[in-house]
């Protein structure tokens, strides 16, 4: 079946620090690669989405570039600050059925210090 | 466009009671699905409701249970409440077609005592 795997957290930065969150998955096909953030106490926001190979998805300064021949995601920002401390997760839509069902990693948290 | 609406937000409940959950999706949106999100499990996938039939289920006991209705406002019900049912219930709301993109409520907050 499909699968996501990212990177453990938590993740510990400075402010203005580069950050990547390294995310690979398992899939039937090549399905829409989304990444969520949850902030502490909410739900889950789209931050950034790639919808086929090669295509890069970017939103408030982040970017992920859609691999396929290393199956990969990877979440990268050039500088985070403070406001960015949340937990991150990489998301695919499954293919096998007619249905609406996201498979999720599971989570990095990222603090990022002043 | 008003976003995703989840009622109510925080619920304490006992062992053995049962509970329902509320969702308003997206207007215009006709799939509903509802993940559970524990420390140890993550985010699972319980059900998706597409024009008020269910679609999709993951692989939970038939404790949990949903509907949705012409609406498309959706509801989720679980009996029998267990310690370990304790988790933040997520709701999200999209078209039910194309990539697969979803939108998320900021979710309930079920605590069993």
């Known amino acids: 079946g499909d699968s996501v795997t990212q990177m453990e957290g938590p993740v510990t930065l400075s402010e203005e620090a580069f950050l990547t969150i390294n995310c690979t998955y398992t899939?039937?096909?090549?399905?829409?690669l989304f990444w969520y953030v949850q902030y502490p106490g909410e739900g889950l926001q789209l931050l950034l989405k790639a919808t086929k190979a090669d295509d890069k998805g970017s939103n408030k300064g982040f970017e992920a570039t859609y691999r396929k021949e290393t199956t990969s995601f990877h979440l990268e920002k050039g500088s985070v600050q403070v406001s960015d401390s949340a937990v991150y997760f990489c998301?695919?839509?499954?293919?096998?059925?007619?249905?609406?069902?996201?498979?999720f990693g599971g989570g990095t948290r990222l603090m990022v210090k002043p | 466009k008003a976003g995703v609406t989840q009622t109510p937000r925080y619920l304490i409940k006992t062992r053995g009671q049962q509970v329902t959950l509320s969702c308003s999706p997206i207007?215009?949106?006709?799939?509903v699905s509802w993940y559970q999100q524990t420390p140890g499990q993550g985010l699972q996938f319980l059900f998706e409701y597409f024009s008020e039939t269910q679609r999709n289920k993951g692989n939970f006991p038939g404790r949990f249970s949903g509907r949705q209705f012409s609406n498309s406002r959706s509801e989720m019900n679980v009996s029998t409440l267990e310690l370990g049912d304790s988790a933040l219930y997520l709701c999200?709301?999209?078209?039910?077609?194309?990539?697969?993109?979803?939108?998320f409520g900021q979710g309930t907050r079920l605590t069993v005592v």
């Open positions: 999200a709301s999209s078209t039910g077609t194309g990539n697969g993109e979803a939108f």
């Open positions: 899939a039937t096909g090549y399905p829409s």
């Open positions: 207007s215009g949106h006709r799939s």
């Open positions: 998301a695919l839509p499954s293919l096998n059925n007619a249905g609406n069902m996201l498979t």
